[in-house]
Every structure is written in structure tokens, then in C-alpha cells.
């Protein structure tokens, strides 16, 4: 039996080493896109701070590892899948067969439509080549302009200003991660950053990037200003990468359509990490879920199933936690509500603390909170979980604080009924 797997970041690794762990006797070929050993992309905000070396960066520190676990390694970049022969056709023009394939092909940066991305100064931060780049250029003091303030782009954001650079972050929707947090919350992190002494544009564009002076660019935006910089990063976004399964019969949305096995439309056909559309619980509709805990979680669920061991995907669903700059958000399933679903929303301005719960029925659906970590794993299990909340979904209406008390009577029936609180 052979198993090709597409993509050798987290989701790729993981799969390889549990299919080799049940079947010791089959061959598995890992191709990876990029040169060197296989490496998270998640570390490159590490190494732009200099807290670690490319080696850290590694997904495994020794070179002798996919050797000694017989896992043969392949360079290359796929051009072309065909179902019914089963092979894999490279842009190299090489072609591999397989008994069982794995797509784990990530995700690619979104490039938006801008006069002047081409130039040299301009980067993604994506590879490891991209933060080679980065720091070459992104000097203390050098003066660089970031577009986009997603999730993605705050992390960036902060390496960046942890190297000391004049960092200002440009952002089409009206808030910083506008596609994680409310208006309240995108708001407060937003205050937070520019208290920080980064200078934020949202609402805005960039129109154009144009070479100046010395080496530097001048950045136009869409209200009229002009920011010159020697480095523009962009962070608008990813997309998954299937656009080479075309044609393969492969049934494609965003990413790649899964089962709760993660089997593709085509038996035999898997899809792990970034390019796999999951069926997510907590909303009732596809969903793809770009984080590592659920990329990791689907490899192992696909590399069990490719060595026919039965297993079932129990949960994916949007979760992200996010530090920006000192400030702890977090964001979990439909944190924009559903129709007909009630809401509670508490706010400290003053010390960056937020708090939103979306309900449907008496199940918590939602959440947005900043500053409260201590109810992260709690707003992650009921969210996850839909408890069914009961009278504890009127009490958490009128105090959303109140989140450890309802979570223990309601998940493990601690006295499931509310008493008023003490003063």
C-alpha cells in the first residue's frame, strides 16, 4: 500500500508518523513544496522576534527522523490529481501513484489587486524565505506599513513591533479582526494597539504602492494619506490551496468537502488542515478552520481511516485565541449570533475587558471575550459542547460573569438550579 501526502507542514507530519505507527509495512511518500526540513509557519512570528533560530521553527529537531521512520521525503509542488488513475501529477513534470492520498496542502496568501505589490519592497509573511526578507529589512526604526489586521496579521503585527519598527496597520473592514470579533471588541483591541504606538487605519485601503526615495515607497490610502516606508507587509488573508484538483472529480467549496472520517468525495481521497472543509457541529454548515489543533486533529483521524482503522472526527469548529500585544482575545463559534438568538454584552472600557455570549434557545452558540481568560476552556465547552443551559441561560443574560457556575451545573449537573448571588 502506498500513501502520498501533499504538504509536509503539521497536518502532513502528524499523518505520516501515525500511519506509519499501524502499518510498518506500507510506503509513504511525503511531498513538500518548499525546500528543507518540514517547519510551522506558526514559529515565523518567533523567529522574526529572535526568541529562536530556523531550527526551532523545525516540526521535528532531528534530521535522521523521517529517515529512521522509513518516510520517504519528495520535493515538489502538485499540478494535477486524477481520481481514476490514481497518480499525481508535479509541475516538475514527475508523476507518482498512490493507493491512498492525503491532501494537506495548506493555504496561499491573498494577493489583492495593488498597483506596486510587485516591488521589492513589498512582502508576505508566509515562508521562511518571506522572514528572511522580513528581517533584512524590518530594522528598529525602519518604517513599515502592514495591510491587513486579521488574526494572521496580528500576530505578524507583533513580531514586527517587537523589532522595533514604525509600524502602521491598514485594515478594509471597520475593526481590527473583523472576522473573529464584534465591533466592541474589534474596537477595544484596536485602542489597545495604538496605546502600544502603532498607528491603525481601518475603513481604509491601500490604493497604491510607488517607489521613493532612498530606497523606501510612499503607501497611498484610500482617505488621501501617504505612508512612506521601507517595508510593506501583506496579511489580507489566506486561501486553501486545491486549485490543482480541478478536474479530478474532488468536490471543492473553499477547500476540499469532507465526511467525518475527512474522506473526500472520492474514496480513498483524504483532506487535513487548512484546505479541508469540515462539517463543523457548533453551526450546522461546512466550514474551514484554519488553526493547528484542528489540523492535527483531522490528520489523525485520516491517517487511521487510509490504514483502515475506523475512526470519526468528533468535533471541528471556530476557535481562535489571539494575543495581541499583551491583550488576550478570544473568539468561538457563530460569535455574530444567529437569527431569532438572544444576546448578553458586558464592557470595561478602562480596563480592556469584554465580554459577549450568543445564545440559540438556551445553548450558548457564541462568544467573544477580551481580557477574561479565566473563562476561556469554560466559553470552549459549552460552545463546543452545546450544553443545554436551561434557567442558567437567563442568568447568564442578566450577568455573563456568572460563566463557572452555570458551566459546572449544567455540564455536570452540580445543582443545575441558579440561586441569586450574594453581595
Known amino acids: ?37 518540514p517547519y510551522s ?4 512570528p518567533y523567529l522574526l522576534t529572535g526568541k529562536i533560530d530556523e531550527t526551532g521553527t ?21 499540478r494535477a490529481v ?31 489587486p495593488i498597483p506596486g505589490l510587485d516591488l521589492p519592497q513589498v512582502q508576505p509573511c508566509w515562508t521562511l524565505e518571506d522572514a528572511r526578507r522580513i528581517m533584512a529589512l524590518a530594522r528598529p526604526g525602519a518604517r513599515v506599513v502592514q495591510l491587513g489586521a486579521g488574526f494572521i496579521g496580528c500576530i505578524i503585527m507583533e513580531a514586527l513591533a517587537a523589532r522595533g519598527t514604525k ?10 479582526v ?17 496605546r502600544k504606538g502603532v498607528a491603525v487605519f481601518t475603513s481604509t485601503r491601500i490604493e497604491s504602492i510607488a517607489p521613493a526615495k532612498d530606497g523606501a515607497v510612499d503607501v497611498r490610502l484610500s482617505g488621501g494619506k501617504t505612508l512612506p516606508a521601507e ?6 488573508g489566506v486561501q486553501p490551496n486545491v486549485g490543482f484538483l480541478k478536474g479530478s472529480g474532488v468536490t471543492c467549496n473553499r477547500g476540499v468537502v469532507t465526511d467525518d472520517r475527512t ?38 483521524c485520516a491517517a487511521l481511516n487510509m490504514v483502515g482503522r475506523e475512526a470519526r472526527l468528533p468535533c471541528v469548529t471556530q476557535i481562535n485565541v489571539l494575543d495581541t500585544l499583551g491583550l488576550v482575545s478570544a473568539s468561538f463559534g457563530r460569535w455574530e449570533g444567529v437569527p431569532g438568538g438572544r444576546r448578553a454584552e458586558l464592557t470595561d472600557d478602562a480596563r480592556f475587558r469584554h465580554l459577549r455570549l450568543e445564545f440559540e434557545d438556551d445553548v450558548l452558540v457564541g462568544a467573544n471575550a477580551i481580557g477574561h481568560v479565566e473563562h476561556v476552556g469554560i466559553l470552549r465547552g459549552l460552545v463546543h459542547g452545546r450544553v443545554r443551559l436551561g434557567a442558567w441561560k437567563d442568568v447568564l443574560l442578566e450577568d455573563p460573569t456568572r460563566l463557572t457556575e452555570a458551566y459546572l451545573a449544567a455540564s455536570q449537573a452540580q445543582d443545575g438550579w441558579p440561586r441569586r448571588r450574594v453581595a
Request: charged share 25%; with cysteine.
Open 1 to 37: 500500500m502506498r500513501h502520498v501526502i501533499l504538504g509536509n507542514g503539521p497536518a502532513g507530519v502528524i499523518a505520516a508518523e501515525i500511519i506509519r505507527k499501524h502499518a510498518p509495512a506500507d510506503e509513504i511518500v511525503l511531498v513538500g513544496a518548499e525546500p528543507g526540513p
Open 41 to 44: 509557519r506558526m514559529a515565523i
Open 58 to 78: 523545525w516540526l521535528r529537531k532531528e534530521p535522521e527522523h523521517f529517515d529512521r521512520l522509513g518516510i520517504r521525503m519528495k520535493a515538489g509542488r502538485a
Open 82 to 112: 486524477d481520481a481514476g488513475k490514481r497518480t499525481v501529477a508535479f509541475e516538475d513534470g514527475g508523476e507518482l501513484g498512490f493507493d491512498r492520498l492525503l491532501v494537506a496542502t495548506g493555504s496561499t496568501p491573498v494577493r489583492p
Open 167 to 176: 509600524l502602521g496597520v491598514v485594515e478594509m473592514g471597520d475593526r481590527m
Open 178 to 194: 473583523p472576522r473573529m470579533m464584534g465591533p466592541a471588541a474589534g474596537g477595544m483591541i484596536k485602542r489597545w494597539v495604538e
Open 231 to 236: 517595508l510593506v507587509i501583506t496579511a489580507a
Open 263 to 300: 474522506q473526500s468525495s472520492v474514496p480513498g481521497i483524504y483532506a487535513a488542515g487548512d484546505c479541508a472543509e469540515a462539517f463543523d457541529h457548533a453551526t450546522g454548515s461546512p466550514l474551514v478552520s484554519a488553526t493547528q489543533p484542528n489540523a492535527a486533529d483531522q490528520a489523525a
